[in-house]
């Protein structure tokens, strides 16, 4: 299995974070991970299972990790109070994008331009946060490296969008890539904006369960192109490697605007996604690898 230095690396800062908690709860990290996991959000519990999983293996743990690998990936109901990514909103009407632009363009914050050319910007493209420092811009033509490109996750080591023929839109993208590329440290850069913006739509939604969060913007462009494209088209643009990652994960087209203008994928990539049929789920691995199929109504983590 095939592990990247910033996975490694957000293991490390993840697994050591929950370590901690596990001490001040006084249990283990997989007594731990095993009373805390009813509560949070499948996604959640597979990230917090790998890193702890690689904790493990480092530090020798054999029968934690024993108990870290039998933590259920599912939670029984939806009735639990959200938590972590649950209070982040999978869309952005145009009604909020405007009022969250026009926050931001008074915001004091050196970070507040930048801030605002991602959430433009990702509103086109769908790229994610991370990618803007390996993107390339010709012409109309934009090329990125896929960010999750390890274990067949992605459709490929890079994924091309044409972008609308829109000067606004070309100008914006292209200060963004140059703004990360000039950046010696984009992540911090990037997880700035993050909290400005997070900090920015709690100003304007204080009573809502779910507001608006960076990521929010690449949700929305799967919507938009939801509702005019078809399945393998929205996994090309989003650098996915089936067509069923999208569909299970991201906003649904309902959410999606007609009068939307967003990049589009090149026919190539297209052709290339894998497409997962109908009733079939992939089971993925706390890795991100696929483990086998199974119906869509099976419990991710095991076969009955």
Known sequence: MTRTTATLEHYATTSARLVARAREAGQSPGEWLAATAPGLSP?????????????????GEVECEMTIRAVPVTYAGRTRPLRTSARKKKSVSERNRVLLLKELSVAKSPYARTATDLITAGLVTGLRPCEWQSAD????????????ATNGRANGVTRSLTLP?????????????????ADKDWHATRK???????????????????????YSARHQFA?????????????????????????????????????????????????????????VRLRWGPDGHVLDRGPANQSVQEKK
């Open 165 to 181: 023929d829109d000067v606004d839109v070309l100008e914006t993208v292209g200060r963004l890539i140059g703004t990360a590329v």
């Open 43 to 59: 996604a959640t519990v597979r990230l917090y299972k790998a890193a702890l999983v690689w904790w493990a293996e480092v530090n």
């Open 192 to 214: 700035t904006c993050q909290q400005l913006i997070r900090r920015t739509a709690k100003r304007l939604w204080r009573k809502a369960q779910r507001r608006p969060t960076l």
């Open 223 to 279: 919507a938009d192109l939801k509702k005019t494209r078809a399945k393998a088209a929205v996994a090309a643009a989003l650098g996915h490697a089936t067509d069923e990652t999208s569909g299970r994960h991201y906003a649904r087209a309902r959410l999606g605007r007609h009068s939307a203008v967003v990049a589009q994928p090149v026919q190539e990539e297209i052709a290339t996604v894998k497409r997962v049929p109908k009733g």
């Open 137 to 148: 811009l010709r012409g109309r033509q934009l090329t990125v490296r896929n960010a999750k």
